[in-house]
């Protein structure tokens, strides 16, 4: 089994900055794409960021320049630096990671969420 525990999350002013932070435990071979979904209130689920082993990112629209997802391959971390937030990126935030759990089954997992919240 594999768990994804967050933190980082919280309150802050408009155009402040928070860093969530994700770390992977378990067993498994290897872990694949790591990202950040997040999901408002009445809204689906959405990416945010995601990053490959091999440090690949990929970002949303709506937060290009302003996000940054990094990860240490070596700790099984995943983190994002979010700055100039805005209160439309209020939302809770996901862990996701793609795990090579054997050598033949590979399976995506989700953290338990962290609330970020912006005040205007």
């Known amino acids: 089994q594999v768990q994804l525990v967050e933190s980082g999350g919280g309150l802050v002013q408009a155009g402040g900055s928070l860093r969530l932070s994700c770390a992977a435990s378990g067993n498994f071979f290897r872990i694949n794409s790591m990202g950040w979904y997040r999901q408002a209130p009445g809204k689906q689920r959405e990416l945010v960021a995601t990053?490959?082993?091999?440090?690949?990112?990929n970002y949303a629209d709506s937060v290009k320049g302003r996000f940054s997802i990094s990860r240490d391959n070596a700790k099984n971390t995943v983190s994002l630096q979010m700055n100039s937030l805005k209160p439309e990126d209020i939302a809770v935030y996901y862990c996701n990671a793609d795990v090579k759990i054997s050598i033949l089954t590979m399976a995506g997992y989700w953290g338990q969420g962290t609330q970020v919240t912006v005040s205007s």
């Open positions: 990053i490959t082993s091999g440090g690949s990112t």
